[in-house]
């Protein structure tokens, strides 16, 4: 470049970005050169779909098969244990409240 000359320099030339499954293939196989293209250009949308569905997906298969009574029996000794105060009231509101957190959660 000479002085005077305003032309730019030429850059390095930019890698295509490659799509969202390549990358989730790449982090397994090729995770170095990966990682260097997420730094460079980080995408989160496809990822955070693909965490979401999964969530959903195994609370959908976890949940059917919890024995929800058997843990809340569970819940209900240990609180007995730790407070032996607690009349059987105060352990079936607790149920009570835990089931309900239960199915909103699941939802």
């Known amino acids: 470049m000479t002085v005077g000359d305003t032309s730019p320099e030429p850059s390095a030339p930019v890698a295509p970005k490659s799509n969202p499954f390549a ?5 397994l196989f090729a995770p170095a050169k990966t990682f260097e293209e997420i730094a460079r250009r980080p995408d989160v949308t496809l990822p955070l779909i693909i965490l979401v569905i999964l969530g959903y997906v195994s609370m959908a298969v976890i949940a059917p098969r919890v024995d929800w009574d058997a843990m809340t029996n569970a819940q209900a000794e ?9 009349t059987d009231a105060d352990i079936q509101k607790m149920a009570r409240i835990g089931k309900a957190i239960g199915t909103v959660g699941l939802w």
């Open 23 to 27: 990358r989730i293939a790449g982090a």
């Open 78 to 86: 240990q609180m007995k244990k730790k407070s032996p105060n607690a």
